[in-house]
């Protein structure tokens, strides 16, 4: 008869899943070095913001890489860190960007628009890439819902871009980066709530031979 502790939930040990990962880390950390420069020459905050997510994506999925096959325990633990990441991330741009808001000055909206796209364009091919992985224990899903999370973003830079040309004013930008870290840290939180549950699942198992043996 097969219990809570035997259901099988995919850990990442994959050859497929490797080297996807691969994929996914080159793509993030060569846009993390493009969207940056893009966002200090342009003065938009939305870019910048969108940037330190794209390395905050290389750095965890690499993490997730090297775990891949180690204990639930580490899996779980390693989210943890993921999550941990993510909401420093939001932090950052949340202090960021209130401390633009009393600068006033607009940022460069074709930049803007056009680097966006282009970042919209590498997470999109990273989410076709994680497409038949989606899901799976909190240190796959976190890479899956990273991803996604990076090509909503990537929208809502666009649509800021032609709001800031539209309107010839900051708060577009200065608010769609307030709402980028606003989805970074839902993210933390599902992942901390998926990777708590694994650990509590984990120590569950731990116990109950235990409890038979006595």
Do not use: H
Not at 134 to 158: E, H, T, Y
């Amino acid at each position: 008869m097969s219990g809570c502790c035997e259901d099988k939930v995919f850990d990442g040990i994959s050859p497929g899943y490797k080297r996807a990962l691969l994929a996914v880390i080159a793509i993030n950390a060569t846009m993390f070095v493009v969207e940056m420069w893009a966002g200090l020459t342009s003065g938009s905050q939305a870019l910048k913001a969108d940037a330190l997510d794209f390395a905050g994506d290389t750095a965890t999925y690499t993490l997730s890489l090297l775990v891949i096959g180690a204990s639930i325990r580490t899996r779980a633990i390693t989210s943890l860190i993921k999550s941990a990441s993510l909401a420093a991330i939001a932090l950052a741009i949340l202090i960021t960007t209130l401390l633009r808001f009393m600068e006033g000055a607009a940022p460069e909206a074709q930049t803007m628009s056009l680097v966006a796209l282009l970042a919209l364009a590498a997470n999109v091919a990273s989410v076709f890439i994680l497409l038949k992985w989606r899901d799976g224990d909190s240190n796959v899903r976190s890479v899956w819902l990273c991803s996604r999370n990076d090509a909503i973003g990537n929208v809502a830079v666009i649509l800021a871009g032609i709001l800031v040309a539209a309107t010839a004013s900051p708060l577009p930008d200065l608010i769609v980066a307030l709402l980028l870290a606003g989805i970074f840290l839902r993210s933390s939180f599902a992942i901390t709530v998926q990777a708590i549950s694994e650990l509590k699942t984990e120590r569950s198992c731990e116990i109950k031979p235990e409890s038979t043996n006595q």
